[in-house]
């Protein structure tokens, strides 16, 4: 089942969708995953295995490497392609890396946790959740060694922690 509302097969075939309403109004959630690959994939490497996948391009927002620089992905005023069904008025933030197997950076953190900030202070962002709090996800992501951490980084900035309902 795709997402409702905007998606067709015939006109629309990735899902591209440009939000036409102010962002503040839409984006109300921080969707956090991992790349579950090597550190040494950036996102030039994320970017073409979303394109293999028929993405229209990089799923995610933003992009965390390990020494915490930022990447921009697909704009803001695009909606992302990280959690299936429930990407409207979501942000996808992919920290680089395996934290099923290796624990996320400090620097990766305190970048999670300035652009979480940001997020909230500009866009009114209410939610901070991990990949797999979504209904009908059957993923690991983030990973076992980041998705613990993810409740105290929402309480930190006073963010709902998990799906907005």
């Not at 391009?57 to 704009?75: T, V």
């Not at 997020?119 to 209904?135: E, K, N, Q, S, Y």
């Not at 009908?136 to 907005?164: F, I, K, W």
């Amino acid at each position: 089942m795709q997402e409702p509302g905007f998606y067709d097969p015939a006109l629309n075939r990735n899902g591209w969708r440009v939000y036409t309403e102010p962002l503040d109004e839409i984006l109300r959630t921080l969707v956090v995953h991992h790349s579950a690959v090597s550190l040494s994939d950036g996102p030039p490497e994320i970017q073409n295995m979303h394109f293999r996948r028929g993405f229209a391009d990089i799923g995610y927002h933003f992009l965390i490497n390990a020494a915490g620089q930022m990447f921009e992905g697909r704009p803001l005023n695009v909606r992302g392609a990280h959690t299936a069904r429930h990407n409207t008025g979501a942000v996808g933030v992919c920290l680089l890396g395996n934290f099923e197997v290796i624990e996320p950076t400090a620097a990766q953190l305190q970048s999670l946790h300035a652009l979480s900030r940001a997020l909230r202070d500009v866009l009114g962002i209410t939610h901070l959740a991990g990949h797999r709090d979504f209904p009908s996800q059957s993923t690991l992501c983030p990973g076992r060694n980041l998705y613990p951490l993810l409740p105290d980084v929402a309480a930190s900035l006073m963010l709902a922690y998990g799906a907005e309902k």
